[in-house]
């Protein structure tokens, strides 16, 4: 059974802070992803990341960065968190292949204040 | 540049009448379309893929590349079917903004 945790499931933080999100796959899973999903406009991509150290830029990657040191684990970071970032975060992976779906997290409610 | 459309941010149907949520895409490669579904303080999670063209609670979709969309359909609209749905375009894993299903009694 394939597990996707994220660090946190809610996080309250300052305009201007540095904030992490971690998200981890148990399952040796190539793809990774991040979104962002804010009522009214569905899942938008930030980043994704299909190999260790790759990365790939979404719709959206402004004021965002990601880091893939290892397989299992893809991190998001607000270099400076603002309002407009207050969002519920939502990681997948997934295998390489046709058909393959994606396997999701269950989010990180972020507030920035 | 890929993209996914869902235009009913909203849907209502009555229990026991057919439903149909929709989704166009834009993408000039061989698309791979699925539908993820999110249910009340769940995790989102697949529902269908195209490419198994398979029914899954009694949900159905078929990929029409002349129209470029990929239609969820269920003929008799239960009332545990409420949840958020969403439609989604591999590779590049994009998804729609979403249509929120309410199935009434």
């Known amino acids: 059974d394939v597990k996707v945790t994220q660090s946190s499931r809610y996080l309250v933080k300052r305009t201007g802070e540095k904030v992490f999100l971690e998200c981890v796959q148990d399952m040796d899973h190539e793809n990774m992803f991040w979104y962002r999903q804010d009522p009214g406009l569905g899942l938008r991509l930030i980043y994704f990341?299909?190999?260790?150290?790759?990365?790939e830029k979404g719709d959206i990657p402004e004021g965002y960065s990601v880091s893939r040191e290892k397989k299992e684990r893809f991190s998001l970071i607000l270099e400076s968190a603002s309002t407009n970032q207050t969002s519920m975060y939502l990681c997948?992976?997934?295998?390489?292949?046709?058909?393959?779906?994606?396997?999701f997290g269950p989010g990180t409610r972020l507030t920035v204040l | 540049a890929q993209r996914v459309t869902q235009p009913e941010k909203l849907l209502s149907v009555f229990k026991g009448a057919p439903v149909e949520l929709k989704c166009n895409y834009s993408?000039?490669?061989?698309?791979?379309l699925f539908w993820y579904v999110q249910y009340s303080r769940q995790r989102l999670q697949l529902l269908l893929r195209h490419i198994s063209r398979e029914s899954i609670k009694g949900f159905t979709a078929d990929l029409n590349k002349g129209e470029t969309s990929f239609h969820l359909k269920k003929p008799f609209a239960q009332e545990e079917d409420s949840a958020m749905y969403y439609c989604a375009l591999r590779p590049g894993g994009r998804f729609g903004a979403g249509t929120r299903l309410t199935v009434k009694p």
């Open positions: 997948a992976s997934s295998l390489v292949g046709e058909g393959n779906e994606q396997f």
């Open positions: 990341s299909y190999d260790v150290k790759m990365k």
């Open positions: 993408y000039s490669g061989s698309p791979e």
